[in-house]
Nanobody
Framework: QVQLDESGGGVVQAGDSLRLSCTAS????????MGWFRQVRGKRREFVAA????????WYGDSVKGRFTIFKDNDKRTLYLQADRLRPEDTAVYYC?????????????WGRGTQVIVSS
């Protein structure tokens, strides 16, 4: 099994920044993509960002392009999401995902989520 533990969420004002972290533990996985998704209660889960663990290629959802940056520390097995110029519409529970599918819709492993609240 693989365990993913997120941290870094909180309550901030519009225009502020947050850095989310996700540390993986347990047995190694075969997938090469890790990423972040977010979900508002009662709404569909939304893709945020993904990164190829070896090559470093990145992908972003349209709603966060130019504001969010995904990066990683391979030695620490830690994934990060730098979220800048936050907007109230960014309010959601953010989930770390491992072994993300190439479709950027699903993943094999999920964290329990970290809450981000952006006030106006």
């Amino acid at each position: 099994q693989v365990q993913l533990d997120e941290s870094g969420g909180g309550v901030v004002q519009a225009g502020d920044s947050l850095r989310l972290s996700c540390t993986a533990s347990g047995r190694p996985v075969t997938g090469h993509l890790m990423g972040w998704f977010r979900q508002v209660r009662g709404k569909r889960r939304e893709f945020v960002a993904a990164i190829h663990w070896i090559r470093g290629d990145t992908w972003y959802g349209d709603s966060v392009k130019g504001r969010f940056t995904i990066f990683k520390d391979n030695d620490k097995r830690t994934l990060y999401l730098q979220a800048d110029r936050l907007r109230p519409e960014d309010t959601a529970v953010y989930y770390c995902a491992a072994d993300v599918a190439g479709t950027l819709v699903d993943a094999v492993y999920w964290g329990r989520g970290t809450q981000v609240i952006v006030s106006s």
